[in-house]
């Protein structure tokens, strides 16, 4: 997630930053920018890490308001789960599995391992996703590092990223009532009015804004005239 995080750039990560001899001579040293290449846009990794933040949102609680990006992962006979996510200063990876060296899976679940037949290693003793990994372990670890370091700013939006409201019906382009979503500059904006694209299927499009047409007025009755006097 690293090009996400600092603008579309893959940095070759390095163990040893510089070698010092017992009396202060630098040997060897290298530059922690060394080896970064761009690899997608900042425009694209402004995107992506947008898109990565809303399962944060929407499994984390209150660090959905944070400058913070993640996705969660299940392996496919729910034997092992993992959330990795970042902030601007910081990426973490949270992973649990299951071991297990015996030679049969007893568990409930085995059933659920479709591609291959169930065996020790791959026993899974509950239904574990990664969602769960991320509220139970990888969110506590952050936000005990954040209480003792100061939260980083958001993300700043390139120019090269551009806000449009659309509606939800078919995320076609609307003046009001829609929601606002980022797209890249000409790249993916909508095109159509809201309800000029529907899904297949789906019901005609009824504009919110719309008013209703007026109910028809009554017809006119006639109002009974004076009865008739009797005659003598």
Known sequence: YSAFDNGGFRVSPHSVLK????????????SPSA?????????????????????VKLYLG????????G?????????????????????????????????????????LATNFPPSGWQCPTWVLFGEDVGIGVWKPF?????????????????????????CTYDGGSIGTGGYNEIFLKGVGEPRLP????????????VSLTTAPPPSPSPSPSASPGPSPSPKP
Request: aromatic fraction near 10%; charge should be neutral; glycine fraction near 12%.
């Open 19 to 30: 070698v010092v001899a017992p009396n202060g001579q630098v040997l060897e040293s290298f």
């Open 194 to 205: 809201c309800g000029d694209n529907p899904y297949p299927g789906e019901a005609p499009y």
């Open 71 to 111: 996705k969660s992962g299940t392996t496919e006979a729910y034997t092992g789960s993992i959330f990795i996510g970042y902030t601007p200063n910081l990426a973490v990876a949270a992973s649990l599995m299951h071991i297990d060296a015996g030679p049969a899976c007893k568990s409930g679940f085995a059933r």
């Open 35 to 55: 080896g970064r290449t761009q690899v997608i846009s900042p425009d694209l990794a402004y995107v992506m890490t947008d898109l990565l933040r809303g399962p």
């Open 62 to 69: 209150g660090l959905g308001g944070r400058p913070v990006a």
């Open 142 to 166: 952050v936000e005990a590092y954040y209480a003792s370091h100061p939260w980083p700013k958001m993300w700043a939006m390139p120019t090269g990223v551009v806000v449009r409201q659309v």
